[in-house]
Each structure stands twice: as structure tokens, then as C-alpha cells.
């Protein structure tokens, strides 16, 4: 029986820490595993002691090049995308993440669907030696999601609204 808490621990390529949070596992269905995480949540942020602030759902698909955090308002991002490497999990109650810096997000104002972090993608892959493979993974990934945050292709449509309602 999985652990009803879940430690995420998202790394960079190199091995440094990124973001390590407790999240709730609230569902696991043809999509991925649904995490919750409600306000007031003690994480750490690049090595530092944060708190959530907002709550927020967290997708980690199956087999797939990243998870998406979905938003309420008043955070600006609607849904947000970290490319990463699939996750690993080491037991049912920890996944990590290794973050490949590009992101994408969907606008909650105006829908727009932007690309972010290029730069430090291509900084990254000099600095840490991304391998080809890894770079075209994270490549395609970023444009399936371009496209699929922009056309209502779920989860990134409604899917993720039940899930949002019961950490809000």
C-alpha cells in the first residue's frame, strides 16, 4: 500500500539541491501520480527553508520528461512545467527529479504559453556536460507541451481541477 505523504526532491544535473517538499498523494490514474500541496507547507527552495505560500497540485506522469504544478489564483502561472529527467522512485514515498531548467507555463490571465529559461538551459548544458540524448529529450518534451498547454490536450485542460479543489 503506497505512503498517503511523498517527499519530492527535484536536483539539478550536477547534483545540487533544487526543491524538496512533503506532498500528499492524492490519486494515481493513466496520467501519473497526483500530489497535493497545501499552504503552509515547510519546503526548501535552493538549500533554503521556504514555506508554501500558495497550494498547488503536482503531476509526476509515468515515463515522461516532466511534471506540471497546477495553480490557483493568485499565482500568475495557471499551470507550470518543469522539463526533467522521468522520475525515480526510491520507494513509494520519495521520487526524485533531476530539473533540466527549461520551463513551461501557461498564463492564467491570457492563456498565453510561453517557453522560459532557455538561457539557463544552454548554460547548464556547457557547465554540467548534458549528454545529446538528454538535451533532445528535454528539447521534445518542451515542444509536446508548448503545444498541449495551448490546445486543451488534458491533464492541462480540466483534469486537474478536482484534484486543485481539494488542496485549496
Given at each position: 500500500m503506497p505512503s498517503d505523504m511523498v517527499r519530492v526532491i527535484y536536483r539539478k544535473y550536477d547534483?545540487?539541491?533544487h526543491r524538496d517538499y512533503p506532498a500528499r498523494r492524492l490519486t494515481e490514474d493513466d496520467l501519473g501520480i497526483w500530489l497535493g500541496v497545501p499552504e503552509g507547507t515547510e519546503s526548501v527552495y535552493h538549500g533554503r527553508p521556504s514555506v508554501e505560500k500558495i497550494p498547488f497540485v503536482l503531476l509526476v506522469p509515468h515515463r515522461a520528461w516532466w511534471t506540471a504544478m497546477f495553480n490557483p489564483p493568485p499565482r500568475t502561472s495557471e499551470v507550470y512545467c518543469d522539463i526533467t529527467t522521468p522520475?525515480?522512485?526510491e520507494s513509494d514515498d520519495i521520487v526524485h527529479?533531476?530539473?533540466l531548467d527549461l520551463d513551461v507555463v501557461r498564463r492564467r490571465a491570457t492563456g498565453r504559453v510561453e517557453l522560459l529559461d532557455e538561457d539557463e538551459f544552454a548554460e547548464h548544458r556547457a557547465r554540467f556536460g548534458y549528454p545529446d540524448d538528454v538535451v533532445a529529450e528535454a528539447e521534445a518534451a518542451a515542444q509536446r507541451l508548448l503545444g498541449a498547454l495551448g490546445d486543451?490536450?488534458?491533464p492541462f485542460a480540466t483534469a486537474y481541477r478536482k484534484w486543485l479543489a481539494l488542496v485549496v
Open positions: 547534483g545540487s539541491a522520475a525515480r522512485w527529479l533531476i530539473d486543451g490536450t488534458e
